[in-house]
């Protein structure tokens, strides 16, 4: 019989990506899954940037490179967080994953011993739930609301749990419910974290996802003591299939994920990373940006419209200002989870909210994402769950 390390008896194959499968059928309605629009994607420009690395850095581009990534490319970042985020950070401070999924990996790997406590929103991201399990840890999820983690539940884990490592957040455009942190309470989060000397791991995918609102500013901005822990991607703001993502920190944090990276991959890809740093030189990413929000925006205000007509009474939802994600609160009564097989038989797929619950809770909850379907079928299927919902009150 084949003997495989305890930490596999925690994990299992992502209930998303299970689910994912079985939603296959190009007729279903798919709110499930959190795939940038493949029609957006730059692909004349992508092939063009693709070809100058070949014409001008074909042999060192297929290569291996440094594990730290590609300089041209971090110095641009580090720009880039700067000018959009006001962090000021160098090139030296960033070090190029495959993607941020790569960064929470990697979280878990330096900082969790087994039994080790790690502080998180309840929800929180499914993958990142899933990345830490691997180091067979204590999570303490922290409950939230409209503005952001609850301070006094915060402080209150932190006074009742010894080895806390470090508190895994999505400030902005959560995933799951879409939600963005208001300053005060980022405000209030960092002294407690501060004071505590505690890491904060501070993922943030969808922040330059914005269709209304006032930015925020990052807890990277609030970090006197240098805790945290800032993951950045190109996966939603130019394509996830470059698989790049970063991790910007302080020298002795970072110099651990230098040493998990070098152990575990070595590096991000050189080409990717040179294909995306040719992008950048060519053709202005704002510009990309800038044509994939309006179309974003579009299809999110449909399905606000769609659940404002169908989602019956009782039901919450998240009206989020940007990122890919809405989020539904039916009354208690409502099992999305259990309500889920009948809605993929009608025709839609979404993701009932419980898996992102680390400690369970969340049954009458689930993630409809708004960034893959066209705005006809966006309807439709609201229409459906609404129509499912409203069976079982
Ligand atoms: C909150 C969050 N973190 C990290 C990731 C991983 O992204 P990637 O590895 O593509 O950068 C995702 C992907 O959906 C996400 O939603």
Same mark, same amino acid.
Request: proline share 6%; with cysteine.
């Given at each position: 019989?084949?003997?495989? #390390?305890?930490?596999?008896?925690?994990?299992?194959?992502?209930?998303?990506?299970?689910?994912?499968?079985?939603?296959?059928?190009?007729?279903?309605? *798919?709110?499930?899954?959190?795939?940038?629009?493949? $029609?957006?994607? %730059?692909?004349?420009?992508?092939?063009?940037?693709?070809?100058?690395?070949?014409?001008?850095?074909?042999?060192?581009?297929?290569?291996?490179?440094?594990?730290?990534?590609?300089?041209?490319?971090?110095?641009?970042?580090?720009?880039?967080?700067?000018? *959009?985020?006001?962090?000021?950070?160098?090139?030296? @401070?960033?070090?190029?994953? +495959?993607?941020?999924?790569?960064?929470?990996?990697?979280?878990?790997?330096?900082?969790?011993?087994?039994?080790?406590?790690?502080?998180?929103?309840?929800?929180?991201?499914?993958?990142?739930?899933?990345?830490?399990?691997?180091?067979?840890?204590?999570?303490? +999820?922290? %409950?939230?609301?409209? =503005?952001?983690?609850?301070?006094?539940?915060?402080?209150?884990?932190? /006074?009742?749990?010894?080895?806390?490592?470090?508190?895994?957040?999505?400030?902005?455009?959560?995933?799951?419910?879409?939600?963005?942190?208001?300053?005060?309470?980022?405000?209030?989060?960092? $002294?407690?974290?501060?004071?505590?000397?505690?890491?904060?791991?501070?993922?943030?995918?969808?922040?330059?996802?914005?269709?209304?609102?006032?930015?925020?500013?990052?807890?990277?901005?609030?970090?006197?003591?240098?805790?945290?822990?800032?993951?950045?991607?190109?996966?939603?703001?130019? #394509?996830?299939?470059?698989?790049?993502?970063?991790?910007?920190?302080?020298? =002795?944090?970072?110099?651990?994920?230098?040493?998990?990276?070098?152990?575990? #991959?070595?590096?991000?890809?050189?080409?990717?990373?040179?294909?995306?740093? +040719?992008?950048?030189?060519?053709?202005?990413?704002?510009? @990309?940006?800038? *044509?994939?929000?309006?179309?974003?925006?579009?299809?999110?205000?449909?399905?606000?419209?769609?659940?404002?007509?169908?989602?019956? $009474?009782?039901?919450?939802?998240?009206?989020? =200002?940007?990122?890919?994600?809405?989020?539904?609160?039916?009354?208690?009564?409502?099992?999305?989870?259990?309500?889920?097989?009948?809605?993929?038989?009608?025709?839609?797929?979404?993701? %009932?909210?419980?898996?992102?619950?680390?400690?369970?809770?969340?049954?009458?909850? +689930?993630?409809?994402?708004?960034? #893959? =379907?066209?705005?006809?079928?966006? /309807?439709?299927?609201?229409?459906?769950?609404?129509?499912?919902?409203?069976?079982?009150?």
């Amino acid at each position: 019989m084949l003997k495989f #390390a305890s930490r596999m008896d925690n994990m299992s194959a992502s209930e998303i990506r299970e689910l994912l499968k079985s939603a296959s059928d190009p007729q279903i309605i *798919k709110f499930s899954g959190g795939f940038p629009a493949p $029609e957006l994607f %730059p692909v004349k420009e992508m092939k063009e940037a693709s070809m100058k690395v070949f014409d001008e850095l074909g042999s060192t581009a297929l290569q291996y490179s440094s594990t730290d990534g590609y300089l041209p490319l971090r110095e641009k970042l580090a720009k880039r967080m700067f000018d *959009k985020q006001q962090i000021k950070t160098d090139a030296e @401070h960033i070090l190029m994953t +495959a993607g941020s999924q790569m960064g929470l990996d990697f979280s878990g790997r330096v900082f969790l011993n087994e039994g080790d406590v790690v502080l998180l929103e309840a929800p929180s991201y499914l993958g990142a739930i899933n990345a830490f399990k691997a180091n067979q840890p204590k999570f303490v +999820a922290i %409950p939230t609301d409209d =503005e952001g983690m609850l301070i006094d539940e915060l402080k209150k884990a932190i /006074e009742e749990n010894d080895n806390i490592k470090f508190c895994y957040v999505i400030p902005d455009f959560q995933n799951p419910t879409g939600k963005v942190w208001s300053l005060e309470r980022r405000k209030q989060f960092m $002294e407690v974290m501060t004071d505590a000397e505690i890491p904060v791991v501070e993922d943030n995918p969808y922040g330059e996802l914005r269709f209304e609102g006032t930015p925020q500013p990052s807890l990277k901005t609030m970090d006197p003591k240098g805790l945290v822990i800032y993951l950045g991607t190109m996966s939603k703001i130019l #394509a996830p299939g470059q698989r790049l993502g970063w991790v910007c920190a302080e020298d =002795e944090i970072l110099e651990k994920y230098n040493i998990m990276e070098q152990a575990s #991959a070595l590096q991000a890809s050189t080409i990717s990373q040179m294909e995306v740093n +040719a992008f950048m030189d060519m053709y202005n990413l704002d510009d @990309h940006i800038k *044509k994939i929000l309006p179309a974003y925006d579009s299809r999110r205000k449909c399905m606000i419209a769609a659940m404002e007509k169908y989602l019956p $009474e009782g039901c919450k939802f998240t009206r989020s =200002e940007g990122g890919l994600f809405t989020w539904i609160e039916a009354p208690e009564s409502v099992d999305m989870k259990a309500l889920q097989p009948e809605c993929i038989k009608r025709g839609v797929a979404y993701v %009932p909210g419980a898996p992102f619950f680390p400690n369970g809770g969340g049954l009458n909850t +689930a993630r409809l994402n708004y960034s #893959a =379907e066209p705005e006809e079928r966006i /309807e439709e299927g609201i229409k459906i769950i609404g129509d499912a919902i409203k069976e079982v009150l």
